[in-house]
């Protein structure tokens, strides 16, 4: 095994798989892959890839849909190959933000035991500092409720979704027009 082969095979995944298939923003095709390669990796993933925090989320929105729907336009320029395909982003949100809530429903009940369990033992500065970390949960939670609800209206933050993934799809479309069409000699 060389030097390099070494340094490669040790590479975190999330750094190794950084740029491949990158698009002007930096971002692959994959909206869950660009969640590991861009961002606060500590605040949004565990060890093991599940996501595990609003900035998952928030990854995941701001994700280059418009570039997506371009080359989707330019697969299928077909309406409900597009709107399947919207619904699919929104399903995968939708799944995100069901991951995100466990997260937070699970670091909450182990931040109520920690509290309790470190109150009976006088340990007042540290229950305070859990305490604040629980309301960093809560507010995190609340925003992600806020998220939810935006997804089911179509509005909010998640409309940048659909926005930005027809804008794409329809510059798409307009470029097979221009190459089929528009620019035959007539």
């Not at 994959?30 to 390669?37: E, F, L, R, S, Y």
Request: aromatic share 8%.
């Amino acid at each position: 095994m060389g030097f390099f082969q070494f340094n490669r095979k040790n590479k975190p995944q999330a750094i190794a798989g950084s740029d491949n298939g990158t698009g002007r923003n930096g971002l692959s095709a994959n909206p869950a892959a660009d969640i590991v390669n861009h961002g606060n990796q500590q605040a949004v993933f565990r060890a093991n890839g599940e996501s595990k925090g609003i900035e998952a989320v928030y990854a995941f929105l701001q994700f280059d849909y418009e570039s997506k729907g371009y080359n989707d336009a330019l697969t299928s320029p077909d309406e409900s190959y597009k709107n399947d395909n919207v619904e699919l982003i929104l399903l995968d949100l939708g799944i995100l933000i069901q991951q995100v809530s466990t997260y937070y429903e699970d670091m909450l009940r182990e931040l109520d035991f920690h509290i309790a369990s470190r109150s009976r033992g006088g340990l007042i500065d540290l229950v305070d500092e859990l305490r604040s970390k629980k309301e960093m949960v809560n507010e995190h939670m609340a925003k992600l409720e806020a998220v939810k609800q935006d997804m089911g209206s179509s509005s909010g933050m998640t409309r940048r979704i659909l926005l930005s993934y027809q804008r794409g799809f329809m510059r798409g479309m307009a470029a097979l027009t221009y190459s089929n069409v528009l620019n035959r000699k007539i």
